[in-house]
């Protein structure tokens, strides 16, 4: 079905609406009566009310849902209105401003995750130590391990809330939860009821476009969201490339320059992201179809290319329900979930050189040199989960089994990488990529139990097996002390994997070579929480000591010509501190702040893992302007990033951005005005680039503005 008739099919159910007097049957929150327009300026709401509602509990830490300070696990909660407030678009813009997260680009543009300071895999790397998922359905995909890959950007103007589980989630959640889970949740008619569509226009060519809706019709609930996002980019200065240097011997030989730069990057973006939500009676649908395509950023090899573009789609369904027999709640859930991705790279520049034995001899490439590749998989899974109540025990315990393949593999260049033989046509690879595909069982179990007046104990185990891998087993432990006064002390300890991706065992693309050997991924951690929740104030500390071990890794930085193959290296130690605080003044004034300092050393030598931030910032506040609307001011700070040890550069700068969001009352019925600026004084600021890579870094956006329209019908 093609966009146009998704929207035109949503917006018909839509029109079919409820009876006046069912929609008036239910509760209905402040929120929505916010975006209905009952209210004439922003200074008339409670914050406390907004924010209380999506605080109040989190199923990341257990599959129930509990308060933040019983949960046995470092959780953050990022509300609707937080989102909103912040004028964020993406979830790389909200994890940016969570504790212990920090996001890079690659030499492609494609969003990196690092959490506590864990290095990605390899500078390619994406998300594949974070669970990522949506409504509880993964969307981590097994070709590289990670959900950036098809998801070059993920909106977040349809979510209601995202909940954020720090540290391990393994015995819980198995493959992939390795440091971290982040679950986006969906917005319910029981948040919005109508039809919502936002314009926005800004810098760098930004259009985007929202529709959103919210509908009961009897038992049946239903919510969509529809997100347009276009932009042709920021197209930042590149002095120099990595083509330069090889220029260097082209002109010795007498021959031209290849080199693009001075140039620009090339940033332009599209996306297409279509959400939907379904109840009906003990019944639950979730869907959510993505299509995104970006330019390229600089190139695979750090060299600068005009023909570059990634293409992602994904498409995810899952199905479930629940059903309570006697003292029992059972649940059952069918997903599937279809990740379809295409690269039509430019490796090197038209006139690139490959020399031969013979310095002033080679073969010329007067288009450049190109890599077409096609990495498709799919995942079909099953599972079901029990609970039930005995006494001071709360027993959960369920069994997951899934299957995920590729399809559709392919990889084509006019270079064969291997052997340096040119072509005068794009050709197949030979073993480039191969057919794979694994079957996993997964088993879990988990007891809280009430020791105590104020003290909860938590025990949980996991047993995964892998198909292509074997077993693997993640056990946890939680102790929960909730003081006289209300604050709570938790003490934690759990093991998670990572299990290695498709293109780590199986793939030969070029500059990386599979290893078939590989073993998982494994991590210990313990950590010590202090939480203090009141209803004008949210404090959390927490201390944390991971353990990784078997990181899977390459020896030396990638290069497309001179092929590594993926090793499980001896691991690394990572520990450090996380201080989050929010603040509710009175009703129209609140203030947030977090900060992260995190240690990152080789188990081996001990020396500091290079590339992350030891120390980052978030700080700011929401105040209301009279007869205007409300302001939220906030402040981002990131520490220096130090060098591998054969690097001469010196360490990445530490910058500061200061970003500001203003949102106005409602100027004509439910008409309302955002303006979001990012980094509004123009701080240049830059991502690390691999030691034989793009010799300046990545250089980020400066200054930007994004203008949105919202109406409510």
Do not use: C
């Not at 949210?538 to 990638?558: C, E, G, K, M, N």
């Not at 019925?669 to 303006?675: E, F, R, W």
């Amino acid at each position: 079905m093609s966009w146009p008739r998704v929207i035109l099919v949503i917006v018909a159910l839509h029109s079919l609406g409820p009876p006046q007097a069912q929609a008036q049957q239910r509760a209905v929150p402040t929120q929505e009566l916010t975006r209905r327009g009952f209210f004439e300026d922003f200074a008339e709401l409670d914050l406390e009310a907004l924010l209380k509602p999506d605080q109040g509990a989190v199923g990341l830490a257990t599959r129930s849902d509990l308060s933040l300070e019983d949960a046995p696990g470092v959780v953050s909660v990022i509300s609707a209105e937080e989102i909103r407030r912040l004028g964020a678009r993406t979830l790389g813009d909200v994890l940016r401003t969570v504790p212990g997260f920090d996001v890079l680009v690659d030499s492609l543009g494609r969003s990196s995750l690092v959490v506590r300071g864990v290095p990605r895999a390899t500078q390619n790397g994406s998300s594949e130590k974070i669970l990522i998922l949506f409504n509880g359905q993964p969307l981590n995909e097994g070709i590289d391990g990670g959900a950036t890959l098809s998801n070059l950007e993920i909106p977040v103007g349809g979510l209601r809330k995202i909940e954020v589980l720090r540290g391990p989630g393994s015995a819980l959640f198995g493959a992939g939860a390795l440091l971290g889970v982040v679950n986006l949740v969906s917005s319910t008619p029981e948040e919005f009821t109508g039809t919502a569509a936002s314009v926005g226009f800004g810098s760098f060519g930004s259009q985007t476009y929202d529709l959103r809706l919210g509908n009961v019709f009897g038992d049946v609930n239903l919510s969509g969201f529809v997100h347009f996002d276009r932009a042709s980019g920021a197209n930042l200065p590149i002095p120099q490339d990595t083509q330069t240097f090889r220029d260097v011997d082209q002109l010795a030989a007498h021959e031209p320059a290849a080199s693009l730069a001075p140039g620009t990057t090339t940033d332009g973006i599209k996306a297409i992201d279509t959400e939907y939500h379904l109840t009906y009676r003990n019944l639950e649908i979730n869907a959510r179809v993505v299509g995104q395509s970006n330019d390229g950023y600089v190139g695979l090899a750090d060299a600068l290319g005009t023909q570059n573009n990634l293409s992602g789609r994904q498409y995810a369904l899952d199905v479930g329900y629940t059903r309570i027999a006697g003292p029992y709640i059972l649940q059952a859930k069918v997903e599937y979930t279809r990740s379809q991705n295409e690269q039509h790279l430019q490796v090197y520049p038209p006139n690139f050189i490959l020399f031969s034995s013979s310095p002033t001899e080679g073969t010329r490439f007067d288009s450049g040199v190109f890599l077409v590749t096609t990495l498709d998989s799919q995942r079909f899974a099953t599972e079901g989960t029990a609970q039930r109540t005995i006494g001071d025990h709360h027993l959960e315990g369920g069994v997951e089994i899934a299957r995920e393949s590729t399809f559709g593999l392919g990889a084509s260049s006019n270079l064969d990488f291997a052997t340096n033989a040119p072509s005068n046509t794009i050709d197949a690879l030979p073993g480039a990529v191969s057919s794979y595909a694994r079957t996993s069982t997964g088993l879990w179990v988990e007891d809280s139990w009430k020791a105590a007046p104020r003290l909860n104990l938590t025990g949980g185990v996991r047993w995964d097996h892998l198909g292509d891998i074997g077993d693997v087993v993640s056990p946890r432990l939680a102790a929960v002390y909730t003081l006289a006064q209300g604050p709570s002390l938790k003490l934690l300890y759990g093991r998670s994997y990572r299990a290695p991706s498709f293109d780590e065992l199986a793939f030969n693309l070029p500059g990386l070579i599979g290893s078939p050997t590989l073993r998982p991924e494994i991590a210990d951690t313990v950590e010590g929480v202090f939480v203090w929740k009141r209803s004008d104030l949210l404090v959390s500390a927490d201390y944390f000591f991971t353990s990784l071990r078997d990181l899977i890794a390459t020896a030396q930085p990638f290069d497309p010509r001179a092929a590594q193959p993926f090793e499980n290296t001896p691991g690394i130690h990572t520990s450090g501190i996380e201080l989050e605080a929010r603040r509710i003044l009175d009703s129209k004034t609140s203030l947030f702040l977090n900060f992260t300092h995190a240690s990152t050393t080789d188990s081996v030598t001990g020396l500091d893992v290079p590339d992350d931030a030891a120390n980052l910032l978030f700080l700011g506040g929401t105040f209301a302007v009279r007869d205007w609307g409300q302001i939220t001011p906030s402040l981002l700070v990131r520490d220096s990033r130090p060098r591998s040890a054969p690097d001469a550069r010196p360490a990445v700068p530490a910058y500061a951005l200061f970003d500001i969001n203003l949102r106005s009352k409602q100027l004509y019925k439910t008409l309302t005005l955002t303006a979001t600026g990012h980094n509004i004084f123009n701080k240049a600021y830059f991502d690390p680039s691999p030691i034989n890579g793009l010799p300046g870094d990545y250089p980020r956006p400066g200054r930007s503005v994004l203008v949105v329209a919202s109406y409510t019908f």
